[in-house]
């Protein structure tokens, strides 16, 4: 053997070493995998109490209230006293209630406080009705807890400028003080400390909770509590048209997330404490409490109610010029009466039963702030219909069935409707709105001779067709049409039947359960949405079943859910047939456990129509059955053709979402995707997936995830080779580690 071979084999087994090597690691390291959630941190599915009254109820929150700081009669009482002495300031002229007044709500009817300083404050302050229920506080969230919060404003120069050490031997001098923190703490007078302060402060500030609202009282039951204006009102709160109830959910009004609205100015909220947030996102506050707490927004530039909802009307920062405004923010139009109305039904989420007195004086001998005349408190006064000590509840009476009679709303019967009852609409033509919001209701229509389904004509005016907020709610034999926003809504309900529906051009949505728990849609009908013609997001456990979908954007969408069931459906000539997604910055974090089988899904090729602003105008056209960042996804015996881009399509989130922006885990995984018939796809692939690169396939996959198997022997695929459920862990590894390395390489 000559020298030059034996150099050239031993190169060889040099190479082969090293390769062997390369594999044994990639075999042995386990693929990179999304943060896994607790169920308890899900956020999916409806909040509402069972049994009650009306699925408005919701349950609050846990309190925010740490191990180390339980709540006494004694750290309420020395934390309220604290919480009005001047004593904790550096210039002893400034106390906690100087910013959060209690006759302001808890706030001091400026835009912009003066601290210890003497500058004005770059943002307002919020009210502190209900921080008991934050996870995060101040406008960017810079503080876990209320204890944090309360160090940061006593300590903080341009606040209230005190010094730990300082303050705590300057209330070491006050015999009351000494007493009131050993009786709280125990220590004696080692226990008068910043530290303790911020406790009993704390301690003070969870007892300022507002539950007994007018609104409070008409979702356990209290129709009278609501004026017919603020009844109007809550309809048009929780509309698809305005969306005030993607952000300001029951019961807190608050989903403690971060939104950017686009109030103008350059201050970077969130995005000033962490480095994830997008430029300008600032903590959806409470609504409790709003008619009390003007002006409006975190720097205070709205000064009314009316203002604040102008704002939202013209697409928020939109008209400013402002980039990156949130999807829920897209700006509606509203009559002078439907303002009012709103306005009204703000005013009914007033209540002050837990406001505190304002001592008239605290141990430090210092000034205490005076009473002041809030003239907001009269104005709601004569809008609300009943004060915080409510009315008794309606009387009880068996169920039955009220039929619309001729001439007559079905909204008319619907309001002389209580929980079991059945409204029967009889076959005719209706130009309204209906809004249900009582629990066990069945809505029903009534065909006629020739077996046609009564009718909901929205004209192309109104908003929507159906809002259903209650409990065990059924909905069957209508006929939706013509609607701006949405055809059938039903939000925050547990036990959604809603079947036999035919929807068409009803603007975003057809069909659209969110929020809810135990939903069944089923052969029904939806036709020519710009987003998705039959839709649940945000929900747990759904049967969507022997449905028909056609033309519009998404045919059938399952978004942000814990365990559905997607089967028997005929979803054609959508741009995208059926999508099952995980979407960034909403309540619900998780999209899993999902079956999607039996359906046919052919020919959606139709033309993205959805508004450039909205998630769906990123969806691909010519798209069968596509995942976005789920996980634990069965899609089987479906038979799938004709689709231009891809029968089948697993990606990941970030594929059409800034990583820098999304809260979830992105990665779709543990999918398996086998025994589908496949059929002609992605004969002429959508320039959004040309665009990546990737040719037309039966399936597509973008390398991402651990655990995405296809059992499709038969199909075509992008990339050629894909992993089966037959393949060892180690040689998924190999692949996946392999594949990833060679597209950073060719990156």
């Known amino acids: ?44 599915g409806a909040s509402s109490v069972l049994p009650s009254y009306s699925g408005l109820l919701r349950e609050f929150p846990a309190p925010n209230t740490p191990d180390d700081n339980p709540t006494t009669a004694e750290k309420v009482e020395l ?337 002389r409707a209580r929980a079991g009852d059945t409204v029967l609409v009889p076959y005719g033509l209706y130009h309204e709105k209906v809004v249900v919001d009582v629990s066990d209701f069945t809505l029903v229509g009534e065909p006629n001779g020739a077996g046609e389904w009564p009718i909901l004509d929205g004209l192309g005016e109104m908003a929507d067709g159906v809002i259903a907020s209650g409990n065990n709610f059924e909905m069957a034999y209508f006929s939706v049409r013509h609607y701006k926003s949405n055809g059938i809504l039903v939000e925050g309900a547990t036990g959604v039947h809603l079947h036999n529906l035919y929807v068409e051009d009803t603007g975003t949505y057809g069909i659209y359960p969110t929020r809810s728990t135990d939903v069944i849609v089923e052969n029904s009908t939806a036709v020519g949405m710009h987003d998705a013609g039959i839709y649940a997001g945000k929900c747990a456990n759904v049967i969507v079943r022997n449905n028909v979908a056609y033309g519009n954007v998404l045919g059938i969408e399952v978004e942000n859910t814990d365990t559905a069931e997607i089967y028997g459906n005929h979803a054609y000539d959508n741009a995208t047939g059926i999508f099952v997604d995980l979407l960034p910055n909403l309540p619900s974090k998780v999209s899993l456990n999902t079956k999607v089988y039996d359906n046919l899904v052919e020919n959606n090729n139709h033309v993205n129509f959805a508004p450039p602003e909205i998630t769906a105008a990123l969806v691909p056209e010519g798209a069968g059955i596509v995942l976005l960042g789920a996980d634990h996804v069965e899609i089987y015996n479906n038979t799938v053709r004709g689709n231009n881009s891809a029968g089948i399509a697993v990606f990941n989130l970030t594929v059409a979402f800034d990583p820098d922006t999304i809260d979830v885990g992105p990665t779709p995984e543990n999918n398996w995707v086998h025994s589908n018939i496949l059929e002609n796809n992605g004969s002429d692939p959508d320039d959004m997936v040309a665009s990546l690169g990737i040719p037309g396939a039966d399936i597509l996959w973008d390398i991402s995830g651990q655990g995405n198997t296809f059992d499709q022997p038969q199909a075509s695929k992008f990339p050629p080779l894909q992993p089966t459920s037959q393949w060892p862990t180690p040689l998924y590894r190999i692949y996946w580690h392999g594949l990833n390395l060679a597209l950073k390489l060719l990156g």
């Open 1 to 44: 053997m000559s020298t030059v071979l034996k150099w050239i084999l031993r190169v060889l087994g040099v190479l082969l070493l090293i390769i062997a090597a390369l594999a044994t690691v990639a075999a042995l390291t386990p693929i990179p995998t999304d943060p896994t959630l607790a169920p308890a941190d899900y956020g999916a």
């Open 79 to 415: 934390g309220r006293l604290l919480f009005f002495d001047p004593v904790l300031s550096g210039n002893n002229d400034i106390a906690c209630a100087t910013c959060h007044h209690p006759e302001l709500a808890f706030s001091d009817g400026q835009a912009h406080p003066t601290g210890a300083s003497g500058k004005p404050l770059p943002r307002s302050a919020p009210t502190l009705w209900n921080v008991v229920y934050q996870q995060s506080l101040f406008w960017d969230g810079r503080a876990a807890s209320l204890e944090e919060q309360a160090h940061i404003a006593i300590t903080h120069a341009d606040e209230m400028g005190s010094e730990a050490v300082a303050l705590a031997a300057e209330l070491q001098t006050i015999p009351a003080y000494v007493e009131m923190f050993d009786q709280a703490f125990g220590g004696g007078s080692a226990a008068v400390t910043l530290d303790n302060a911020a406790k009993a402060i704390a301690a003070f500030e969870r007892t300022l909770t507002s539950s007994s609202s007018p609104f409070d009282q008409y979702a356990a039951g209290n129709f009278d509590s609501l004026t017919q204006p603020q009844r109007r009102g809550l309809n048009l709160f929780r509309s698809a048209a305005t969306r005030c109830f993607e952000c300001h959910a029951a019961p807190t009004f608050s989903n403690g997330t971060f939104r950017v609205i686009g109030v103008p100015g350059d201050d970077p909220g969130r995005a000033g404490v962490a480095s994830d947030a997008p430029q300008g996102a600032f903590k959806v506050p409470t609504l409790r409490n709003i008619a009390l707490t003007a002006p409006y927004m975190h720097d205070g530039s709205l000064a009314t109610l009316e203002e604040v909802i102008d704002f939202y009307a013209d697409g928020g920062g939109r008209a400013h010029g402002v980039s990156g405004v949130d999807q829920f923010v897209l700006g509606f139009e509203l009559t002078d009466q439907e303002k009012a109305d709103l306005i009204a039904f703000l005013y009914a989420l007033t209540d002050e039963q837990a406001r505190p007195q304002i001592p008239t004086a605290v141990p430090s001998g210092l000034p205490v702030i005076s009473s002041l005349e809030n003239p907001e408190r009269t104005v709601v006064a004569a809008v609300n219909a009943v004060d915080a000590a409510g009315q008794s509840l309606q009387p009880a009476r068996p169920p039955m069935t009220i039929r619309v009679e001729p001439g007559e709303t079905i909204q008319a019967a619907v309001d």
